[in-house]
C-alpha cells in the first residue's frame, strides 16, 4: 500500500475532516462552505443517501437515483471542499490523523485540526447476527434493491410452484418491528399485494398474500402518541395486514421464523422476512471509545459532551446515530442534521480564533410522522396529531423538501402523483433472472 497525505492547504488554513457523508456530515460541511477552511469529506459510498424513502425503492416506487444525489454533486459549488471515497480503519488521535483505504487499496493519511465522525448505524440483531442473512434491514441503496429482488422474486417464484405449501411460503411476508420503518414497508407490502400486482399474474392470486408485522412492543410505532398507534394498526388491519403485538423472533431460517407471543410459541413458513427492529452504532464509535478509553452503551453509541466534542480528544466531534447525548436524543434524521449544522458553525467561529464556550447543542423537535399507504399517514407536529390524507400531504411536503436537488424533488413528487393516479402505479420494479434465481438459490441452499 502506499500512503498519501492531504492536498496541500492554501497557507496555514485550518483542517476539517468530516467521516460520513449522510446528514450530519453533509450538514457539517455545508455549514463550513464559507469557513477559511479546508473541508474532505470522506465516505464508503458516492452518494448522499435519504435513507427515510429507501423503502419506497424497495417497493418499485422510486428510483434510487432520486434519493441518492453523488456527493460531489452536493458540494460541487464549495471550492474549498473535496470528496474521497474511502473507508476509514484507524484514527490517531494523538497525531490527528485519519488513515483510509482508497477503493484500490491505496493508503489515504489525512491529517486534521478538526474531526468530525458521523458515522450513523447499521442493523442490530439483539445478539443473533446469524439472522440478517434470513431477515435483511434497510441501510443502503444495495439494501434496497436487494429486497426488491426478494420481494417481486418471491412472486415470480409463487407463480410457477407446483406445490401449494411452496406456494403460500413465497407469498408470505413477515415485517420485524413497528417502528415507524417497518409500518411504512409493510403498507406498501401491503398495497402491492391487494392493489398493484392482482391484474398481472395469472395463476396466483396476490391478494391472497400473508403480510405479518410482528413487535415485542404492546403498540405499533411505540414512540408515537396513542391515538395515532391505535389509527395506524386500524388502517393496516384495514388493509389485510395480520399485526402480532408483545411478540418476540426467537429463531429463524430460510423458511421460516418463530416467534413468542401472548399465544405461545408460533413457526411461521415464509421465505421473506425484513428486518426493522433495531440499530446499532458504527464500528466507529466503537473505534472512538477505544482510542479515548471510554465505553459504548448497548446500541454501541459513544457518548458526547454537550458540544457534540468527544471527551479526551481536542479538536474531535462526534454527531448523528452513532453518540447518546445526555438527554438521549431519538435517532432521526433530524437530529443528525441539526447536530451538523451546530458543529459545523462551532469550528467555523473557532477557525475564526473565537474560543468562547458555546452554548450546549439544542434539539428542536419538529415532530415525528409516517406513512402507512397511499393517502394515509400519521404525523405529530409540535403536539398538533394529524391523521389521514392531511398527514400524508405533509408528510410529503416534509420527506420532498429534505430531498437534495430540484430535479430530484420534482421527479419524486412526479413518481408519487403517478402511483396515486394510476392505479398506484410502481415504475420501478425492475429484477432480473439474475435477481430472481439468487432468491431461489437461497431457499434451495437452507
Request: charged content about 20%; some cysteine; glycine content about 8%.
Amino acid at each position: 500500500m502506499s500512503s498519501i497525505g492531504d492536498t496541500p492547504a492554501r497557507g496555514d488554513r485550518t483542517k476539517v475532516v468530516v467521516v460520513g457523508g449522510g446528514f450530519g456530515g453533509v450538514r457539517v460541511a455545508k455549514a463550513l462552505a464559507h469557513a477559511d477552511v479546508d473541508v474532505t469529506l470522506v465516505d464508503r459510498t458516492n452518494h448522499h443517501l435519504f435513507q427515510p424513502l429507501l423503502y419506497q425503492v424497495a417497493t418499485g416506487i422510486l428510483s434510487p437515483g432520486l434519493i441518492a444525489p453523488a456527493l460531489r454533486r452536493v458540494v460541487k459549488k464549495q471550492s474549498n471542499t473535496r470528496t474521497l471515497l474511502a473507508e476509514v480503519f484507524d484514527i490517531d488521535l494523538q497525531a490527528k490523523v485519519v488513515h483510509a483505504l482508497a477503493p484500490n487499496e491505496q493508503r489515504l493519511d489525512l491529517p486534521y485540526d478538526y474531526l468530525v465522525v458521523a458515522g450513523g448505524a447499521t442493523h442490530a440483531y439483539f445478539g443473533h447476527d446469524e439472522w440478517s442473512h434470513f431477515a435483511p434491514g434497510m441501510k443502503s441503496i444495495e439494501d434496497a434493491r436487494m429486497l426488491r429482488s426478494q420481494i417481486l422474486g418471491a412472486y415470480e417464484l409463487a407463480e410457477v410452484a407446483t406445490d401449494e405449501k411452496e406456494r403460500d411460503a413465497y407469498l408470505t411476508f413477515v415485517v420485524v418491528g413497528a417502528g415507524p420503518t417497518g409500518v411504512e414497508l409493510t403498507g406498501q407490502l401491503a398495497e402491492l399485494a391487494r392493489y398493484v400486482l392482482p391484474k398481472e399474474y395469472r395463476t396466483i392470486d396476490t391478494r391472497s398474500a400473508r403480510i405479518i408485522l410482528l413487535d415485542a412492543a404492546p403498540s405499533v410505532l411505540p414512540p408515537f402518541a396513542p391515538k395515532l398507534q391505535q389509527y395506524t394498526q386500524h388502517r393496516l388491519e384495514k388493509m389485510g395486514v395480520e399485526i402480532r403485538l408483545n411478540t418476540l423472533a426467537t429463531d429463524m431460517d430460510a423458511d421460516s421464523i418463530t416467534v413468542k407471543g401472548p399465544e405461545g410459541v408460533d413457526t411461521i413458513t415464509a421465505r421473506t422476512k425484513i428486518w426493522a427492529a433495531g440499530v446499532q452504532a458504527s464500528p466507529l464509535a466503537a473505534m472512538l471509545a477505544k482510542a479515548t478509553g471510554t465505553e459504548t452503551d448497548r446500541a454501541g453509541r459513544l457518548a458526547v459532551d454537550p458540544d457534540c466534542s468527544l471527551p479526551g480528544a481536542e479538536g474531535v466531534y462526534a454527531i448523528g446515530d452513532m453518540v447518546s447525548t445526555v438527554d438521549r436524543l431519538p435517532g432521526v434524521a433530524q437530529v443528525a442534521m441539526q447536530q451538523g449544522t451546530y458543529v459545523g458553525r462551532l469550528i467555523a467561529n473557532r477557525a475564526k480564533g473565537d474560543d468562547t464556550t458555546p452554548a450546549p447543542f439544542h434539539y428542536f423537535d419538529k415532530g415525528s410522522m409516517a406513512t402507512i399507504g397511499a393517502r394515509q399517514a400519521v404525523a405529530d407536529v409540535r403536539g398538533v396529531k394529524f391523521t389521514g390524507y392531511l398527514a400524508y400531504l405533509l408528510w410529503c411536503y416534509v420527506h420532498v423538501m429534505f430531498l437534495i436537488g430540484w430535479g430530484n424533488r420534482l421527479g419524486t413528487l412526479f413518481n408519487w402523483v403517478r402511483s396515486l393516479r394510476y392505479a398506484r402505479h410502481r415504475g420501478h420494479r425492475l429484477i432480473s433472472m439474475t435477481g430472481a434465481q439468487a432468491v431461489a438459490r437461497h431457499h434451495e441452499a437452507a
